[in-house]
């Protein structure tokens, strides 16, 4: 038998069950609450023991491991350039003789470094004598003998030219510019200049001028930079690269380059434990704008956190090169023991330590002890689904007497 449902009820059943009780929409909430709180703790248990990457003396050797303290500075855009080292046109000398005559001596050679004033080439005239008048040939600059076309006992003429000495104490750096990017630069733009084949470290050099037209092939305009070079250890021709600034921002968080490690969708870094010593945890980042030296960090990073630049790329590697544990770490530290995962033991947890040292056997219950914080999140959440339940049955309850 089939009965109608009864119209003095419908109307109610139909209106929503947490309109009716606002002490169930509080428990609810609570219990939503605490939902969220416990799956966040399970997601973090584990987690700093994971990104913990701990060595002992010999790897942070092995290693070579460096850091550097993290600090907001003024941030340059950079632009990147290549160029050549080229001689500075009036520091150029060319050596000729006046008479015409036959080399009886020549004092320097290609590469001889030479003083002003220096005889470089004895010269015999053709003019009749006993013996012939000669003529010496003296440089006019300090500099390098870069070239020499005379030999001894060669036969010599005014318009010939006998040796080429450049004084490259400073060279200019070329930079090739893109056209579109030359009025972002000025005369007094400062750059950095790496030449490959002397250093790796950077030179400052301020932009002189511009050159006097553009390469129409490559579409570039010469940019002229002065670079001292007292050591001589620069020669024209040598490659030169340029990281030239186009603007500047203050008070910008930045690592080096070197820091960055990762996928270049998920970038990390590895930052020095501030309590463990040889401690390295991971950190992942936000970046932002980079330059030859630096990468602007969003987030991720604090000032003040000291992060590992020179053996950062074979961190990634290292976690499982030693047997130092987090827990085995901290214990030195701080004289008191841990948890696995690196937090602090709860009374429970000491007292069920202390239970499994004198029952050995008794491993099942140190192994629950070790989550006891999360059982007692477990009966709190159990607890409120009580509450819950007896709130909808009363509710119901309430609506049927209806």
């Known amino acids: 038998m089939r009965f109608a449902p009864s119209t003095r009820l419908e109307p109610v059943l139909n209106q929503p069950l947490v309109n009716k009780s606002p002490t169930f929409l509080i428990v609810m909430k609570l219990f939503i609450l605490l939902l969220l709180f416990t799956a966040r703790l399970f997601a973090q248990e584990g987690e700093r023991a994971s990104n913990t990457i701990l060595l002992d003396e010999q790897g942070v050797e092995n290693l070579r491991i ?111 510019i893109p056209e579109n990017a030359a009025a972002t630069l000025q005369p007094g733009s400062s750059a950095r200049v790496t030449i490959p084949a002397v250093s790796r470290d950077p030179i400052f050099a301020t932009l002189l001028r511009f050159g006097v037209q553009a390469d129409r092939n490559a579409g570039t305009v010469d940019a002229i930079f002065e670079i001292d070079n007292s050591k001589l250890s620069y020669r024209p021709g040598m490659r030169a690269e340029f990281a030239v600034a186009t603007s500047s921002r203050s008070d910008v968080l930045a690592v080096p380059r070197a820091a960055i490690q990762g996928d270049p969708s998920k970038r990390i870094v590895y930052i020095k434990d ?78 069920s330590k202390s239970t499994l040292s004198d029952h050995p056997d008794s491993s099942d219950h140190h192994h629950h002890g070790s989550h006891t914080p999360y059982l007692i999140l477990s009966g709190v959440l159990a607890f409120l689904l009580l509450i819950a339940a007896q709130q909808i049955w009363t509710l119901r309850k309430r609506l049927h007497s209806q």
């Open 66 to 176: 460096e850091t550097v303290v993290a600090e907001e500075q003024d941030f340059e855009t950079t632009l990147f350039a290549i160029g050549r080292i080229e001689e500075i046109p009036n520091r150029h000398s060319v050596l000729s003789s006046r008479i015409s005559g036959r080399v009886i001596s020549v004092n320097a050679f290609i590469g001889d470094t030479v003083k002003a004033g220096q005889i470089l080439i004895n010269v015999e005239s053709r003019q009749p004598g006993n013996p012939p008048p000669t003529i010496s040939i003296t440089t006019p600059r300090s500099g390098i003998v870069m070239e020499s076309h005379v030999k001894e006992g060669e036969p010599v003429s005014p318009e010939e030219e006998l040796m080429d000495v450049i004084d490259l104490s400073k060279v200019w750096a070329i930079a090739k």
């Open 274 to 351: 501030f309590e463990l010593e040889n401690a390295f945890v991971k950190s992942p980042v936000v970046l932002g704008v980079e330059n030859d030296q630096y990468v602007e960090v969003i987030s991720g990073v604090f000032p003040g956190d000291e992060v590992v630049t020179t053996g950062s790329y074979f961190l990634g590697y290292a976690t499982d090169s030693t047997k130092l544990s987090l827990k085995e770490a901290l214990d030195a530290a701080h004289g008191h023991e841990h948890n696995e995962d690196g937090s602090e033991m709860t009374p429970e947890q000491k007292k």
